[in-house]
């Protein structure tokens, strides 16, 4: 199974800690890693179809400390599609003048929805289809940017089409927002004052945050499994969908 | 002014040299680089808004030996947008299930072209309006993906829109062909069989391309300035578009 990371923040911060505990799980997940990290409207995106373990990308992005607001990690188990550069994600679009980065943990059996817009996929995953045709609908129901409410309502009301075929675990952001769809596996934690010390679930790694932060720093992460020991990580219900906005979830 | 570099070839190819050759004219261009790598459909983007000279990513484009038969670069010397993410070039889109790639350089007077369709700029940059405006077009021109041929042909059309509110050097790639078209200052390279050595027009460096190639093997690169001595560099006539497929002139 792919595995995801997502991370929102009320300040710009450093992912690297999660990323170091999700690509040590890339051995199992060895056919492609990709990162993006949103830095206002910008965004900056690696994508790899080498393993996280042994890429020379992910090698930077361990290593650089870039900070952002919103972060979107995977690390692929080809499923569907080749293995191949445009099958890895996060899959990158733009609509009303935004980028829009979206990953999926899971398997779309039979899946083929219509797509009769201006978003069609690159490569030949059931995920990439899955994302142009969210992008479709998004760009139908709204003329241009709404709200973070009414995109979360219009989401509420297109997830459950994609899901009905599968496993639909998904991280979605444009930058403003993340929202987080749980199928099967997907756990979210939210890091705020008084900062404590974690220790990364798979590898003798542990930082004290209290040590990194301000006390106004806020962190939403959500990743397939809990990626520390010693926070409290709280589990989707199969179908439901949060979103997070300035590291602390909005609905 | 800012700096382009385009490269297409017939079989994947180091671009570093070249790149190389274009980072050393950072220091004068600082306020931003990026590139992006096609492998067969899927693509490699890296951007900062840093200098080349400095930047990391830049850093990790010299020294990892990305192969490619399509890229475009460019360093950014900020004449109208701000200095952040959003405006360092190359831009990417989607259209017909393709990435479309790029550059511009160059400044557009009094530019404001009517964006109806599925683009939008994210930045603010006279750059991204044009690229925005020449994929509403070209999405307009046609349903499905044409030939190269009929999109030198709507491109031989359109492109004299821009070009009427200043200058417009810009390279333009969809992992398929790499179009070039100069307004004031570009020029372009073939090499093939039999290859001989180059000197980088800037620094102490030069390559035996004879050791690093196959008879078969031929490559087509477009700079803003010479990159090399010792190779015979074709300047482009304003208002010239010039189209390379396989790392040769298709017209």
Not at 22 to 43: M, P, Q, S, V, Y
């Amino acid at each position: 199974m792919c595995q995801l990371l997502g991370m929102n923040a009320n300040t710009p911060t450093d992912v690297m800690f999660s990323f170091t505990g999700l690509a040590c799980r890339a051995d199992e997940h060895k056919d492609g890693f990709g990162i993006a990290f949103f830095e206002n409207r910008g965004l900056r995106h690696f994508i790899d179809h080498h393993s996280a373990r042994h890429s020379p990308v992910a090698g930077l992005v361990k290593n650089y400390p870039i900070k952002s607001d919103n972060v979107i990690a995977h690390i692929r188990k080809a499923t569907q599609g080749r293995v191949a550069l445009e099958n890895a994600h996060p899959f990158v679009r733009e609509l009303w003048g935004r980028y829009w980065v979206f990953a999926h943990n899971g398997d779309l059996k039979d899946y083929a929805p219509r797509l009769h817009g201006a978003f069609r996929p690159v490569g030949d995953t059931d995920s990439e289809r899955a994302f142009c045709w969210l992008m479709q609908e998004l760009a139908k129901a709204h003329a241009s940017v709404p709200s973070i409410d009414e995109l979360t309502h219009t989401l509420r009301e297109l997830l459950p089409q994609p899901a009905r075929h599968g496993t639909f675990n998904m991280l979605l952001s444009n930058g403003q927002a993340l929202w987080a769809h749980g199928s099967t596996k997907l756990c979210a934690l939210e890091r705020r004052h008084p900062f404590g010390a974690a220790t990364l679930a798979d590898e003798d790694l542990s930082v004290d945050f209290g040590q990194h932060t301000t006390p106004n720093d806020r962190v939403a992460v959500v990743a397939t499994e809990p990626l520390t020991t010693g926070e409290r990580w709280s589990a989707f219900a199969p179908g439901e969908l949060r979103v997070f906005v300035d590291g602390a979830r909005a609905c």
